[in-house]
Structure formats: structure tokens, C-alpha cells
């Protein structure tokens, strides 16, 4: 089996290739766009297994939450691509592909969802297996909903961004990989699964997961979340 992956719901981008459970890689950090990587990558990953596009028997997005330029970058590649393939396609959790990607057992896996919030979930990971533990949310850090289970680690760049507040929530916390990000390694290895049972969709059906259904807030909003007029 031969899949294709994208992550773009945050700064940090990747494109991975699978074959036959082996994997490979293209990523980079980039604060703004990004766009212009991903069809280049996968041309390189491809190259670089020996492959043609024609090859890929399906592709895996990360769907969110996350940035919302991000989530749709995302989608509309593997969209596109898999319309022009006639080739399924599987959406992913980001905050799962961040568990994942992570290294660690039970996990809260915390995104900077920006406008003084953070998207936050909790998982355990048993080997590329990850159970929810605790449903996405988008909440301000000083109230985000806590994971029940003791100790812990808390990944992803919500910490970076709101490490106190965050840790006041949860002092018991085993440590932070705050520099962990979602990968398009991770969604992979989540997806690959549901390839393999045949349950991925049409293309048509891929839905970025936003979590936050606004986008914009009032000023009235933004004081009472502690942000500036």
C-alpha cells in the first residue's frame, strides 16, 4: 500500500509517503503560507521511492483542529489531488497526530488556537494506536478543560505559548515537550488503518475538524478573555 500525507495546521508543515509501512519525510517550519512546499515535496518523496503519482492508492490530511488557512491548505491538496486520482481519502485529528508524533503515553496535546485560546484534547498512545481521553476543545488556557488522568505530559505549542497557565491547571504534570508538533509521519500511521480496511471516503466527504466556530471576536470579547482592546 502506497499513501500520501499532509499536516499543515500549523506553522510547522510536513508532506510523508508510505510504502509498505516504511516512511518517509519532507518538513519545515514556516510562520506564514507555505503553499508553494507541498506539490514539490510530494514530487520528491515520490522520486525518491521510485514511484509515480498514478501509484498512491489513497491520501490522509491532518483536518484539524488548527490554523484555519492551515486546515484548508490541507484539505484542498488532498482533495484535489485525490479527485484527479479517483483515490480515497482519510481526515485525521491534528491533536491526535500530536499525541502521536509526541513519544508519549498519556498525553494532553494543546495547540495555540490564537485570540487568547488553546485547542486542547487528551489521549493514550499504545503504539500507533491512540485512544481519546478527553474530547477536543477550544477554551482560554486559564479554564481549558483538564485531563483526569495523574501526571501526564503536556505537548504541543500551547505550552510555548501558555506554559504557566496551562501547568496552573494541571500542576501535576510529568513534563512538556512544548516543541512537539503534528506530523504528516503521524497521520500516516493513524490512517493507514482505516486504508487498510477500506472505511476511508470519497473525497467529496473530507471535512477539516475547526473545534472554534468563529473566527473573529468583539472587542467586549476579546477584554473578557483577557486580550486588549
Known sequence: MRLL?????????SVALWQDAELIERAE????????????????????AGLA??????????????????????????QGLAYGLDLPVM???????????SGEHEVWACLDARMNEVYGAAYRVEGDGVS???????????TVSVPTFAGGWGVGDGFAAYGPLLQARKPD????RAD??????????????????????????????????????TTAERIARGGAK
Request: proline share 8%; charged share 15%.
Open 5 to 13: 500525507a499532509f499536516e499543515t495546521a500549523t506553522r510547522h508543515l
Open 29 to 48: 517550519e514556516v510562520p506564514n503560507g507555505g503553499s508553494e512546499r507541498l506539490l514539490p515535496w510530494v514530487h520528491e518523496l515520490l522520486a525518491e
Open 53 to 78: 503519482l498514478a501509484q498512491i492508492d489513497g491520501i490522509a490530511f491532518g483536518a484539524g483542529p488548527g490554523g484555519f488557512t492551515g486546515l484548508r491548505l490541507a484539505c484542498g491538496v488532498a
Open 91 to 101: 481526515p485525521v485529528s491534528t491533536l491526535e497526530a500530536l499525541a502521536l508524533a
Open 132 to 142: 481519546q481521553l478527553m474530547a477536543p476543545v477550544c477554551m482560554p488556557p486559564g
Open 173 to 176: 504534570l510529568e513534563g512538556l
Open 180 to 217: 512537539a508538533f503534528p506530523t504528516a509521519a503521524a497521520v500516516l500511521r493513524l490512517a493507514a488503518p482505516a486504508f487498510l480496511r477500506g472505511t476511508a471516503l470519497q473525497a467529496a466527504l473530507a471535512q477539516p475538524i475547526y473545534v472554534r466556530d468563529k473566527v473573529a471576536l
